[in-house]
């Protein structure tokens, strides 16, 4: 149990346009969803907050105008990296919690920005 | 944030030696402490985990020691095997932030045969 999926895998666009990640819990229902953003050889920085049907919280110094993030179920998070550059190239990794402390990731998604 | 200092950087470790990780962290609201293991391209999955309550934590290979006065916890792999090879993260986090993580900076390990 307790099954994150995360969508796509890998996606490579162009400078200048939109893609949309999806994180989906698939045995659970996730009242709050995470988004971490990891470089190479580098830690898991948290991005944003979400929680079902409610504006996303964003940590200092992310823009929440680039990386628009909608929770509009319980069960789908997704984040948008608009007008995406070559320095938003990144491993995206999202989590899902039902309320308790522990969270469950998905495998994360590998953005490559040309 | 509140950090959480993890060391060392990488590690080197020969089969069947012990490999220990360590943790310190700053904030003594913090009360959920895990442990996760990453490979390469693929997100993070639960190892173990402790709360403050207790002092060490044993599953199968791996142990989880915490020093709540020092503001430390550790995690000791025993047999290390290469297949254990990986980067490891300590975590912390408050129970009423349900499952809001501040991640150390990752250790990776790599354990020769």
Redesign the interface.
């Known amino acids: 149990g307790a099954v994150?999926s995360?969508h796509p895998s890998r996606v490579i666009c162009k400078s200048g346009t939109s893609v949309k990640i999806e994180c989906r819990s698939l045995d659970f229902q996730a009242?709050?969803m995470?988004w971490y953003r990891q470089f190479p050889?580098?830690?898991?920085?948290?991005m944003a907050?979400s929680n079902e049907g409610s504006k996303a919280t964003y940590?200092q110094g992310v823009e929440k105008d680039k990386f628009l993030i909608n929770h509009a179920s319980l069960t789908l998070s997704t984040l948008t990296v608009t007008s995406a550059h070559p320095e938003d190239s990144s491993?995206y990794?999202c989590?899902?919690?039902w309320?308790?402390?522990?969270?469950?990731?998905?495998?994360?998604t590998?953005l490559t920005v040309v | 944030q509140q950090q959480v200092k993890q060391s060392p950087q990488s590690l080197i470790v020969q089969k069947g030696g012990i490999s220990i990780i360590n943790c310190a962290y700053e904030n003594t609201a913090f009360d959920y402490f895990p442990w996760y293991q990453q490979f390469p391209g693929k997100g993070p999955a639960l190892l173990i985990a402790i709360r403050p309550d207790v002092s060490e934590k044993k599953e199968g290979r791996f142990t989880i020691s915490f020093n709540k006065s020092a503001k430390q916890f550790s995690l000791h792999i025993m047999d290390s095997q290469p297949g254990d090879s990986a980067t490891y993260f300590c975590a912390a986090s408050k129970d009423n932030q349900g499952g809001k993580l501040i991640f150390g900076q990752g250790t990776e390990l790599s354990v020769k045969p």
């Open positions: 994150v995360q009242t709050t995470f050889k580098q830690s898991l920085m948290l907050t940590e491993f990794i989590s899902a919690s309320g308790g402390t522990e969270a469950f990731f998905g495998q994360g590998r």
